[in-house]
Every structure is written in C-alpha cells, then in structure tokens.
C-alpha cells in the first residue's frame, strides 16, 4: 500500500488521493480504476469502496452481493496477472468461507454464525466509512495556511530577562582565600630516611654468605631491629644484592613456590 | 475601549504563539484573568464581521484572516504539504477516539498503518504521544494537540464535525460493543470500559482483514 | 465594513511587509487605488485609538501595536543568579589589588578568565573600568564601584579582611608554612591600605604566583 508515500503525490492520478479531497473515492465507471490494487488503503478500504457504489446507506448494504463484487474482482486482477498483495488473498479466502457459510442451512453453522460475521464485517465498513468521512469533513474546515492566515510578521513579546547577581561578603573572602591557597608557591621538602643502599646490602649479603654454608632466608639477612622503614628498604635492596650475586655466580637462589620465602646460599663451586 | 482589552488586543496581535487567558493575565502583570477573559471575549465579538478575527482554539487565542477572503489571500501564500489519503484518515480516527493505540487505528482503517504515518502527523505537531496504556504490552496510546485545533480552525476537540452524530449512532464504539448492542445484549459494563482499553478487541478484528 | 475595507485589513494583516496603495490594489485583483486609499484611511480611523494601529511609513501601510502600550509588550522580568565561583574570585581579586588589569587579575588566579566573567561583574555593577595603566599596552584596568561595598556591606574595601586574618580562619589552608618564612613578610596591613593605591603590590602579589 502507499502508506509510506505520505505527502508525496498518489501512484494514480486519482484527485481525491490528496490532501484536500473528499475521502471516499467515487470513481469514474470503466475498468482503468480496478487495475491498481495499490489504489486502495488494504482489503477493507476496497471492500468499502465496492459497498459504496452500492449507493445504498451502509446499514443495509447486502454483505453477499459485496461479498461476490471482491472475489469478482480479485479474480479479475488476478486475470489480469497482477500482483495480489497476500492480505488481498487473505480477504478473499475468508469472504469466500463468509459467503459459502451464509448459503448453507442454518443449521449447520459453527459458532461464530455467518450473521455475525457478516454483521461485524458491516459495522466495520461502517466505521471505516464514518472515519472517511470524518476525514474530508476535518480537511475541508477552516485551515490555517489555507483559508484563514496568521499575521505574517508579529513584533513578538520580548520578556527581558534582566539578572539580579547574587553573592555574599563570606563567599567573596572565601574566594579570596582560595585564590591565596590556590596560587600560593607550593614548596616540597624530601625529608632525609633511612634507606640501605645497594652497596652497603651487597656487603652486607655477600659478608653473612661466607659465614655459613646453608641455605639462609632472605629475612635473615636484614638487619634485625629495623624500623619498618628501613626494613622495607633493606629488603628491596637485599634482594638485588642476591639477584647481583647470583649473576656474579657467587651465590644461589632457592625459591620453592611462587611468594614463597627466597633461600640463598654460597655458591657451592665458589666454595 | 478600556486599556485592558486594548493591551490584550496589542499582546495577541504581536504573540509569536496564541496565549491562553492565563498567559495573556500572566504576561500584562495584575490583570484578572476573569477580566481577561472578559475582554477576549468582548474583541472577538467586535472582530466577528471584520477582515481578521480573534478565535479561541484549544483555550488559546490568536488573530487569524475571516475564513471568507481566502481566495483574496490564498495566491501567495505557501502551500501546504499535501498529506496522503493514509494520513488524513489516521489524524481523523485519532481525533474522534483519542486517546488511541496503533493497534486500534489500524483495527478501524483494516491495514497496518506504518510507523511514517504517525511520525507525520507528530513533526506536523498536531498528534502526540499520550502515554501508555495499562494492558498487557503497555501500548503507546496518541492524541492530538493544540496546535491540531489551531490548524483546522476547532475551538476544542467537541467542534470536530459530526462527532455528536458519530457519537450518538455508536460509530466511534468499538464493533464488537455495537455487535452486542445489535444483538439486544446489554454490553456488560466491563465491556463499555474495555472497549477502550482492550486492545485484544482491536487485534481480533484486524484478523478479519 | 466594507467588502474592499475587510479585504484590506486581511491583506496588511497577513503581509510579511508594509504595503502601498497601489500595491494593496494589485493584490487585490480589481480594486481602484482611490477606494484602496479610501479604505486605509478608514481604517487608520478605526484603529486610532485600539490597542494596534495601521499607520503609514513612507506610503506603505502596516499595522502594528499602539506605542503606548510599548510597555507591557516589552515586559523585564528581574530573575536572581547567584555569581559562580570564578567570578567571585576575580570580584575578591579586585577587590583587594584594585586597580588591576585582566592580566594581573590571572595572573593571581592562575588561570585564564575570559571577558564574560568581567562582563557578568559589570553587568552587576560591582565593576567598573578605571582607566587604563600606562604601561605599554596600555592595559584597561578595573575597580570595584560603591555599589560593590553596598551590596557587600562594607563601608569601605579596608573592611576586607587581611591576609592574616584570613589565615586566622583558615581560609587560606592549605598553604605551605615554608611560604611565610620564605617571604619574611607580614602582607597584612600593607596589603589592606597599598592595595587601594598602589597597583604595584598587585604586581607585585602577581609575580608570586
């Protein structure tokens, strides 16, 4: 269908596709208008179009013969090898059940009866049609732009928003202050702390290796009453001291798990 | 003329937008919006046989050309887009059932209506989201605005021609209600509430097409 | 009212320019231009004393409101802001190194201020341009307005706390201790009377910075 074609001018030259026309078309006899199943807005807006030429009140419209005029002219179309979009032939197959279950004796009939569903099928046309309708009468009212105009070019209404600024001597001399913090020179002392270099470890890791012949802990070798700090640094620096050793060849390394505690001992062949 | 009709009728005649009586009270400071009103009312009866008019749509005011000059006015003026057959019938069902689903549009007109359709007729600023209604799925439900009324000259959504008939003959009813009255079966009162809230019914019915 | 008269005040109400006679009757088709002309003054009568009015301007006719009324079309409305912290900054800035220029002014806040802090405290009335500073360049150079020591409650910018009395509270934390003794200076009480005359000790704090 063309329902996505809004706006832009109908596939068919049919004048009450646009914008300001009446709704329901009330086309011109001859065969040109059946040809274009796009012409129709789905199977009920061609139901309902086949129902209006009936030119009778869609109360009393005779379902069957509506009935009759859709299969005719699905038929028709499908002579003419167009191509039936499927809710067409959907439509098709159930008004052909419709209208088969409306000729057999009444008391054969399923639930729901063919009555009902002729009459809902009506009272659909109804509404559709009432909504058309509704349509043209809305398009043809007073419209803006068309009929009646706005004034082209209104002065407008000027609010001036004039700001009243608000700030408070606390917050100026607070900000004054920020200011002074912010900018102020900031000075960095590095306090002196107790470190063991990489020498003095390496001294002192190499001297307490000649000692013993064992494996030793690397804690072993810190100095014993350390302030943390110091410890800390002993400790790292110890541990390249071993690293060094062990490259030097002069001392071996041990560690039995991954964080485990490092062993280190003299290098037996150094020995 | 007193100084406050006088004021309303500049503030109106020089709005970008049509106010509304509270706006225009708003605007002109101290003004009552009781006499505000008072006044619109007053202009718009003095402008009634003029070449412009003041007209309420919506409750909001605005000063637009006497409808009868159109074809004096209408040469130059832009012309407005041209909106599919599709789109008419979808703004016209949204109109005389709102708040409305799709699924229910698109129950009434029997074919599926595309998302296009609606964006349409929202950039055209005359539908709108109404919100959602509470029934399994949460439907988006859509209703037209304002600025639907200012453009197809309605004072308020009661001016849509023929919706007292419509109304009256059960045609903005939903088909299975109508069915049921047709049948002599007084619609049980959960249906008369449902009808509107129940798009199972609007999903039923499209089944037909 | 005339039929030419309505169409008249439709067209000019609906023109997006003023409009001559002659060319009123163009536009409306078979008009005489002496009826069109008839029709304008009429219509001038009309409005002279409502709330808009159609007047002539170099032989185009437009309408537009009554100037009486300029008044309430152009409404202020008075809104308060609260000053954001970098204009509150360069505001104390002034305040204690006045007169300074905008260079000065970041060179004490370290960072670049752009025009429209300045513009905001103009706006406001605490700030006002003093001249310029010969110096080459001749910077503009800006100081606080007595409307700055009203609003502020100061009688007078020696009001303003000193440095030390800053520090005293605390507001100057966290400032290095090694500052004070490396400066070997009290700035207080210079700071609170030099900073009015001389903008030297601007420059001065400045080159701290």
């Known amino acids: ?271 | 003329m007193d100084d406050l009709a006088r004021a309303v009728e500049a503030a109106l005649f020089a709005a970008e937008e049509p106010m509304s009586a509270d706006a225009l009270s708003a605007f002109l400071g101290d003004a009552a919006p009781g006499e505000v009103r008072d006044a619109l009312h007053a202009l718009a009866a003095h402008y009634e046989d003029r070449g412009i008019r003041l007209v309420e749509r919506g409750k909001r005011w605005h000063f637009e050309t006497a409808p009868d000059l159109a074809h004096l006015l209408r040469r130059e003026k832009e012309q407005l887009r041209r909106l599919s057959r599709a789109a008419t019938e979808v703004l016209a069902i949204i109109a005389y059932h709102e708040p409305v689903s799709r699924a229910e549009i698109e129950s009434i007109r029997g074919v599926q209506t595309s998302g296009g359709t609606l964006d349409v007729l929202m950039e055209a600023g005359w539908v709108k989201i109404a919100g959602r209604r509470e029934v399994p799925g949460r439907p988006t439900i859509y209703a037209t605005t304002p600025e639907f009324l200012e453009h197809f000259g309605l004072a308020s959504r009661r001016d849509l021609p023929g919706l007292a008939e419509l109304r009256a003959t059960g045609l903005l009813d939903p088909v299975d209600d109508a069915y049921e009255d047709l049948m002599g079966e007084a619609p049980t009162e959960t249906k008369a509430d449902d009808g509107a809230d129940e798009p199972e019914s609007a999903t039923d019915d499209s089944s037909l097409a």
């Not at chain 1, 004796?105 to 909504?131: C, H, N, T, V, Y």
């Not at chain 1, 009646?148 to 407008?156: D, K, N, Q, S, T």
């Open chain 1, 1 to 271: 269908m063309n329902e996505g074609l809004l706006f832009s001018d109908p596939p068919q030259s049919e004048a009450d596709e646009s914008w300001d026309g009446i709704a329901s078309p009330t086309p011109a006899s001859g065969k040109a208008l059946y040809l274009e199943l796009d012409g129709w807005e789905g199977p009920l807006d061609l139901l309902l179009d086949l129902a209006r030429r009936q030119k009778v009140d869609l109360r009393s419209i005779s379902i069957l013969a509506l009935v009759d005029q859709y299969l005719d002219y699905i038929e028709q179309a499908g002579a003419l090898k167009l191509e039936l979009a499927a809710d067409y032939l959907v439509m098709a197959a159930w008004l052909a059940y419709l209208k088969s279950a409306m000729l057999l004796p009444k008391d054969e009939q399923e639930d729901p009866s063919p009555e009902e569903l002729a009459l809902k099928l009506q009272l659909r046309l109804q509404r559709l049609g009432a909504m058309r309708d509704a349509a043209a009468r809305l398009m043809g009212g007073d419209r803006i732009g068309r009929d009646v105009f706005l004034r082209a070019a209104p002065e407008g209404l000027e609010i001036a928003r004039k700001t009243l600024w608000q700030c408070d001597q606390y917050a100026l001399i607070e900000a004054y202050g920020r200011v002074k913090a912010r900018t102020a020179p900031a000075i960095h002392m590095v306090r002196e702390r107790p470190v063991m270099t990489l020498e003095s470890a390496l001294d002192r890791v190499s001297h307490m290796l000649g000692v013993t012949l064992d494996w030793m802990e690397l804690q072993d070798f810190l100095p014993p009453h350390a302030e943390p700090r110091l410890r800390k640094s002993a400790l790292a620096s110890s541990f390249v001291a071993a690293l060094e050793l062990a490259r030097l060849g002069k001392a071996e390394l041990q560690q039995d798990e991954t964080f485990g505690p490092l062993h280190l001992r003299r290098a037996s062949t150094n020995g």
